[in-house]
């Protein structure tokens, strides 16, 4: 199977049903593992991007949070939140089909804290210096949570299992 023109299939199917111009194709051992086009529009739900509910598919299927083995296949370079779970799930590869300068002549998606030129700067910033108004409110309390987590883990700070780098 052609998965390449599947992500791009996809995306085509959702925005003739009135959805947004993405999709994501997820692959293990050469089959499609899950699949899924942006959802944002017919969910009202802001996190509903490809890539997002492929992987909670994918995720789910396979019983891991771990995607390792898998190949991600994209139809545009993936959005900040969408990369963020990307490095959260450690697929083998992830292969992005357009990119945001290739389709801004026909699709832009700016935000009221958010552009995608130049979020990756903004999120960069210490967070009392981000456009997106941020209050730190320190809590020993809080840190008691992440304690207590790993008192139950046997002492471990790391989620058991979780691939690192080498």
Not at 62 to 91: D, F, N, R
Not at 144 to 162: C, D, I
Request: negative net charge; proline residues 6%; glycine residues 6%.
């Amino acid at each position: 199977m052609d998965f390449i023109q599947r992500t791009i299939d996809l995306a085509r199917q959702n925005v003739a049903e009135g959805g947004r111009p993405f999709a994501t194709v997820i692959v293990k051992d050469g089959r499609i593992l899950a699949e899924s086009p942006n959802r944002v529009a017919q969910t009202n739900d802001p996190t509903a991007h490809a890539e997002i509910l492929a992987v909670r598919e994918a995720c789910r299927t396979l019983g891991t949070e771990h995607l390792t083995g898998t190949t991600i296949y994209v139809l545009a370079h993936p959005c900040p939140m969408c990369l963020g779970s990307l490095y959260y799930c450690s697929p083998d590869e992830v292969v992005f089909l357009t990119t945001r300068e290739a389709y801004e002549p026909h699709y832009v998606d700016d935000r009221k804290y958010f552009e995608l030129g130049t979020f990756y700067a903004e999120f960069a910033k210490n967070w009392d210096e981000r456009r997106l108004p941020m209050r730190y409110e320190p809590r020993a309390d809080a840190v008691e949570v992440y304690r207590f987590w790993q008192q139950r883990n046997g002492g471990e700070r790391r989620v058991a299992g979780t691939p690192t780098a080498s």
